[in-house]
């Protein structure tokens, strides 16, 4: 992803409240975060990947990303498959996946419809956080 320090990828079958809290608190640190980055560097990339094959996703989305303002969070549509070469688990309502500066995975989230409540958002978060560069 040219031009992004991947950060981490959230794999999703639909648009829920416990996962807009989420990408909007994401969002969030990586504003606070590329604040304090130099002039030039790569963005950081988290994306929200929704495995779906609703042909009104991609709207669904735009609409989505503006309601929240959101900056730094890239969200985009897949097949209901997911891509590939990420295995995504069909049994997965959604699987966040956070990697290292060296885009080594560092932490894996698979979560069953309803499992993503406060305390498993607060998990991701801090994995997230905990892989952003520190300046």
Known sequence: MDGYG?????????VSGPLTGLVKTIDRQLDETSA?????A????VFVIFCNDDPRMSDR???LAAREGLKHVVLCTHNSAGPR??????????????YDPNETV???FPLLKGELDEKKSKAV???????????
Request: aromatic share 4%; no cysteine.
């Open 42 to 45: 790569d963005r950081l990339g």
């Open 125 to 135: 978060l801090q994995a997230i956080t905990q892989a952003l560069p520190r300046r």
């Open 106 to 108: 560092t932490a894996n």
């Open 6 to 14: 991947l950060t981490a990828l959230i794999f999703a079958r639909e």
């Open 36 to 40: 304090r980055r130099p002039k030039g």
């Open 85 to 98: 070469r990420y295995n995504v688990a069909r049994g997965a309502d959604l699987t966040a996946v956070v």
């Open 61 to 63: 989305l735009k609409e």
